[in-house]
Structure formats: structure tokens, C-alpha cells
């Protein structure tokens, strides 16, 4: 999704860890991986929130899909995220609280890096959520209904 598609779905101000701020709409990007499930990203300005907040938490994510993350899932649902100095990509509930970190890649060879966007891997197994040159890999990870029907 383009950066007006995906915020044309997304709140003008996001919550995480007690507060609301804004988004920025201009950075944002998002996936629909069927009719159903969406996955939206966007910067967000973090001028609020003390230094050791903003050094973690510079996107919002929100998906309505499972997600597979270099081997760590993620179920639907509202999070934090950033890239960190040193190669490191951390996700955080929305109180705040690290859920995993993985490494990330910078990639020297981006001909047009922007500040927030998400393309398709070149195998065409996934995608990546890119920050300027800096880069994560993900996937959509259809979940098996394991569930019963409840009975009166």
C-alpha cells in the first residue's frame, strides 16, 4: 500500500505506553494480504515521550493478520517499533514492554531509501519494512482455526 492508501486507514493519533501521538501520514505503509487482514505502519513523532522511549519506539504497527518475524510470531494487534544503533529491530507492546529484538540489515545499495516504507521481498516470500536503508524481513502466517464451536 502507498503511503496515502495506508493512511486513509489509519487514526490521525496512535496510544502507546500511556499517551497519544500523532502520525506521521507521509510515512506510512501497509500490506493487504487478503480481502480480510491488513497490516498498516507509520512513523509516528515521539516528541512527547522521554529519550529512552524514542530511542525504541519510532513506528507504529498495527495488523490484523499473524505475522511471521524472522521466526518470532506476532499475533494481531497494536504495537511499538523501531530500529536501534548496532543493527537491532525491537517490538514492543502497546504498554511499552519488549516482546523480541531481532538484527536487522542495512542495505548499502537502496538506490531511494524514504523514511518509512514496506516492499515485497526479492524472492517474493514476504515482505520488508524498510526505514530509511535499514530493513527487517516478514511474513503473512495464516493461522489454523483450532477452535470449537461453543455450545449453549
Do not use: W
Not at 480480510?36 to 513506528?59: C, F, M, P
Not at 494487534?77 to 537491532?88: K, P, R, V
Amino acid at each position: 500500500m502507498t503511503a496515502s492508501e495506508a493512511a486513509k486507514l489509519l487514526p490521525a493519533t496512535v496510544f502507546f505506553r500511556g499517551q497519544s501521538a500523532p502520525i506521521q501520514a507521509r510515512n506510512s505503509s501497509g500490506v493487504q494480504f487478503n480481502k480480510n487482514e491488513l497490516l498498516l505502519v507509520t512513523l509516528v513523532d515521539t516528541a512527547g515521550y522521554s529519550s529512552s522511549v524514542q530511542e525504541k519506539y519510532q513506528a507504529y504497527l498495527i495488523t490484523e493478520a499473524s505475522l511471521d518475524i524472522e521466526g518470532h510470531r506476532l499475533p494481531p494487534g497494536a504495537y511499538g517499533c523501531g530500529f536501534l544503533a548496532g543493527n537491532a529491530f525491537v517490538v514492543m507492546d502497546i504498554g511499552g514492554h519488549d516482546l523480541f529484538s531481532i538484527h536487522s540489515t542495512k542495505d548499502a545499495t537502496f538506490h531511494r531509501p524514504t523514511p518509512l516504507q514496506v516492499l515485497p521481498m526479492p524472492n517474493g516470500s514476504g515482505y520488508r519494512l524498510y526505514v530509511g536503508r535499514d530493513y527487517i524481513d516478514f511474513a503473512h502466517s495464516p493461522e489454523t482455526n483450532n477452535t470449537t464451536a461453543l455450545r449453549p
